[in-house]
């Protein structure tokens, strides 16, 4: 299947510091991704949706100054987490739908986000 | 808004047992797909279907989008220690957007 990949893994940073994450698709180019979030033993929840060339389109209740979303390009999409506070600790996910099929969405193997 | 409910939360069942799970829904769906994921990773793909009935085997694993397009099941044959995951089920109705069930946490006992 299609391969997306997240930059960082893992990170961990002080309270009020802002903390970028990359998502890419390897073997294919996605014109939209999508920005998860999860926490501890529950399912994904929708951020946002991420638009090459556009704005983002927000999940009601996610804030888009504090989660700021770029899609520079057919291959990469970033998030940052601004002005992160204990409460934004969580998994951070990216997908995208792979070229072959537009219904089929590929994750990326996530972002886990510790902040002090 | 969209829910699915998944169905059981969690089953702790023993190696070579078999295993089903199923996803329903008020609304209708044109997509259902499966992931696993496992701890600390993202949500794997395991079966996607695209067709009212259909029904697709992947190895041990087997899936069928339901005929009111409103519910899936999938099941997962002889089980093996390596099953052990939590299983999503998510549906699409227009556009690229996903709706999560809640999940199905699934022990396998050696």
């Known amino acids: 299947g299609a391969v997306v990949s997240q930059h960082p893994s893992w990170v961990i940073c002080k309270s009020g510091t802002s903390v970028k994450i990359e998502c890419r698709s390897l073997d294919f180019q996605a014109t939209t991704m999508f920005w998860y979030r999860q926490f501890p033993k529950q399912s994904l929840m929708l951020m946002a949706t991420?638009?090459?060339?556009?704005?983002?389109?927000?999940e009601q209740g996610v804030e888009k100054d504090k989660f700021l979303i770029n899609h520079a390009s057919l291959t990469l999409s970033t998030l940052t987490v601004t002005s992160a506070h204990p409460e934004d600790s969580s998994f951070y996910i990216c997908s995208a739908p792979s070229g072959g099929h537009t219904d089929t969405q590929y994750f990326g193997p996530g972002t886990r986000l510790t902040v002090l | 808004g969209q829910q699915l409910n998944q169905s059981p939360q969690s089953m702790f069942i023993q190696e070579g047992e078999d295993v089903s799970m199923n996803c329903t829904s008020s609304?209708?769906?044109?997509?259902w797909l499966w992931y696993k994921q496992d701890p600390g990773e993202g949500p794997v793909l395991l079966i996607a279907?695209?067709?009212?009935?259909e029904l697709t085997s992947n190895g041990r694993l087997t899936a069928q989008f339901g005929i009111t397009r409103k519910d899936s099941f999938l099941n997962i044959s002889a089980s093996i220690p390596s099953d052990v995951g939590i299983y999503f089920c998510?549906?699409?109705?227009?556009?690229?957007?996903?709706?999560f069930g809640e999940g199905t946490q699934l022990t396998v006992n050696p």
């Open positions: 609304s209708i769906f044109n997509t």
């Open positions: 998510a549906g699409r109705t227009s556009g690229s957007r996903l709706t």
């Open positions: 991420s638009n090459e060339g556009s704005k983002a389109t927000y």
């Open positions: 279907l695209y067709k009212a009935g």
